[in-house]
């Protein structure tokens, strides 16, 4: 019997309302047979598919062990929790939820300190003075030794935070942390700041893929069905279908509309009838119909695409080329 492809998406919460809206965008609609308590589901017309509900921290280490194909997790989990994460998986698409900083942060007292350079300066000096290296609280754990390296800061030790780790400093339990934040508003709430250059990640939800899962021919047709979805998607809103018909829309004036304007041609140039199909970027709408208009067009109709399917997938391409590196 074939296994199935195993897609894993967040078992709760907003993550996994995001998760199933955007699958959903795409045409992909995830069920759960059993009920909604239910930790496994499947994709309405992709027999082979099984979905996993799992945190999104599960999520990053199902694949790097390789037991799932494709999952949704943060780009801030896979680069914390697995080593080599290049070389392991690949970020096929950035989704736009769940977005998150990890960030440096201080009291908001240390008015001396904006930036890692001033961090060193006083690692160096609390340790002369105090025979003990600064601590620093956080979950993030290589995060921070690597972005601290970066920086060539040495005098500091971490504090594993198990809990609410912009409490630390309040509680005397570390001088700064490092943790992950949105608006900044609970780091305010907590007497802490940002440092300047102090932003580890911009991390955000990602569609992540495994190099040790079982990368048969039918899981690979399987993830092109899938990733040929999102893509058609995002094209579809990446713009607006604009149609118009006059006698002189010729392949000079189609020239200029997509150099000026950012105009593609989905189909062939214009119909002997002057008719022409044009994809244009949403913001450019009012512009690109206004020098149609100019140029002899009585009439221009503009509509939203749901999908448009490419013969070209970029985001199948890029699992290929990860597969074969």
């Known amino acids: 019997m074939t296994s199935p492809f195993v897609l894993a998406v967040p078992s709760k919460g907003r993550l ?4 199933d809206a955007f699958f959903a965008r795409a045409g992909l609609t995830l ?37 799932v194909h494709l999952g949704i997790t943060g780009e801030d989990l896979v680069r914390e929790s ?28 240390w008015i001396d300190v904006r930036s890692m350079a001033d961090l060193d300066d006083v690692t160096t000096a609390f340790r002369a003075r105090h025979n003990r290296r600064m601590r620093v609280a956080t979950k ?3 995060l921070t030794r690597a972005f ?9 030790r971490i504090v594993e935070s198990a809990g609410a780790t912009e409490g630390a400093p309040a509680a005397g339990t570390a001088e700064l942390i490092v943790d992950i934040t949105t608006t900044g508003a609970t780091l305010a709430a907590n007497g802490l700041k940002v440092l300047d250059d102090g932003t580890m990640l911009r991390s955000q939800a990602n569609l992540v893929a495994s190099r040790d899962a079982d990368w048969s021919p039918q899981a690979r047709e399987t993830a092109r069905i899938i990733l040929d979805h999102i893509a058609s998607r995002a094209r579809a809103n990446a713009y607006k279908e604009v149609r118009t018909r006059f006698s002189g829309c010729d392949a000079r004036l189609l020239e200029t509309a997509a150099a000026r304007f950012g105009v593609v041609l989905p189909f062939a140039g214009p119909t002997s009838s002057g008719m022409i199909t044009l994809h244009c970027p949403p913001a450019r709408i009012y512009a690109l119909a206004s020098f149609l208009r100019e140029h002899g067009a009585e009439t221009v109709s503009v509509v939203s695409l749901d999908y448009v399917f490419d013969r070209a997938n ?12």
């Open 16 to 19: 996994q309302e995001n998760a």
């Open 82 to 109: 697995i080593p080599d994460a290049d070389r392991r998986v690949a970020l096929i698409e950035p989704l736009g939820f769940g977005s998150a900083n990890v960030v440096v942060a201080v009291p908001q007292a």
């Open 314 to 325: 970029p985001l199948f391409a890029r699992l290929e080329t990860f597969l074969a590196r």
């Open 140 to 142: 993030y754990l290589n």
């Open 148 to 156: 601290f390296t970066s920086h060539g800061i040495v005098d500091y």
């Open 31 to 67: 069920a759960k047979p059993r009920g909604a308590r239910d930790y496994r589901g499947t994709i309405s017309g992709l027999d082979n598919v099984e979905i996993a509900y799992l945190s999104a921290s599960e999520i990053a280490a199902q694949l790097a062990r390789g037991a």
